[in-house]
């Protein structure tokens, strides 16, 4: 069974922190896909990256960087220089690569990030 | 190009009744699945569907019936309302073909909030 496990329920910082959020994943696939979404006030699901697991190279795009740990079976998030849109819930998701099983993505439960001004 | 539509965005029902949760994609993804989002829990999988004509069960299924007749719709159906059901529900949908390395995640309805009373 696959599980992802976000241990930060809840992170606050002040506008123009650096925030890392945490993400464990469990797997027995060789083969895998791994996702941030993020999740604003307004409800929608926003499409943040996703990972193949057959790749480690890490990812930068602007202030957001992700850092895919397959030894610790981590896939964690950095915002740089946090600003308050950033506030939102964050969750990361964990899928199969196999053809029959594509549609099922494993969520952790999310972490909750507010940027104060 | 709509993406995932999801209709209704809000319902309220009764105890024991019926209802349908629709969901209609216009990217001629193959994969397509629902999922409910409790408070603390993420999102977990309700049903799936790898292509028109097949479906499974996924996290979560009981209480809920789906079917796939065409690949655009993917409507999810409460048989006997009960308050447990009280959720925010996602559709979610993918295509097959994407196996690059940084493509892109997992298109989501705007969502459907469900109260059972």
């Known amino acids: 069974a696959q599980k992802v496990t976000q241990a930060q329920t809840e992170i606050s910082v002040v506008e123009k922190e650096d925030v890392t959020l945490d993400c464990v994943y469990e797997?027995?696939?060789?083969?895998?896909?791994l996702f941030w979404y993020k999740q604003p006030p307004s409800g929608e699901l926003v499409f943040l990256i996703r990972?193949?697991?057959?790749?480690?190279q890490n990812e930068i795009s602007g202030r957001y960087s992700w850092n895919f740990q397959k030894s610790t079976s981590s896939f964690n998030f950095t915002i740089t220089a946090s600003q308050v849109v950033d506030s939102a819930v964050y969750f990361c998701?964990?899928?199969?690569?196999?053809?029959?099983?594509?549609?099922?993505?494993?969520f952790g439960e999310g972490t909750q990030l507010t940027v104060n001004p | 190009n709509a993406g995932v539509t999801q209709t209704p965005k809000f319902q309220v029902l009764k105890t024991g009744q019926s209802m349908t949760l629709q969901c209609a994609q216009d990217?001629?993804?193959?994969?397509m699945s629902w999922y409910r989002q409790d408070p603390g829990m993420g999102l977990r999988l309700i049903h799936y569907?790898?292509?028109?004509?097949?479906?499974d069960q996924g996290e979560v299924p009981n209480g809920y019936n789906v079917s796939r007749s065409t690949t655009e719709d993917f409507p999810l159906r409460l048989l006997s309302a009960a308050p447990s059901q009280t959720s925010v529900y996602f559709c979610?949908?993918?295509?097959?073909?994407?196996?690059?390395?940084f493509g892109y995640g997992y298109t989501f309805g705007s969502g459907t909030r469900l109260t059972v009373v």
């Open positions: 998701a964990l899928s199969e690569a196999r053809e029959t099983s594509g549609s099922r993505l494993t």
């Open positions: 797997t027995r696939d060789t083969t895998y896909y």
């Open positions: 990972r193949n697991s057959f790749d480690e």
């Open positions: 990217m001629n993804h193959e994969y």
């Open positions: 569907s790898v292509g028109a004509g097949i479906t």
């Open positions: 979610a949908s993918i295509s097959t073909w994407d196996r690059g390395t």
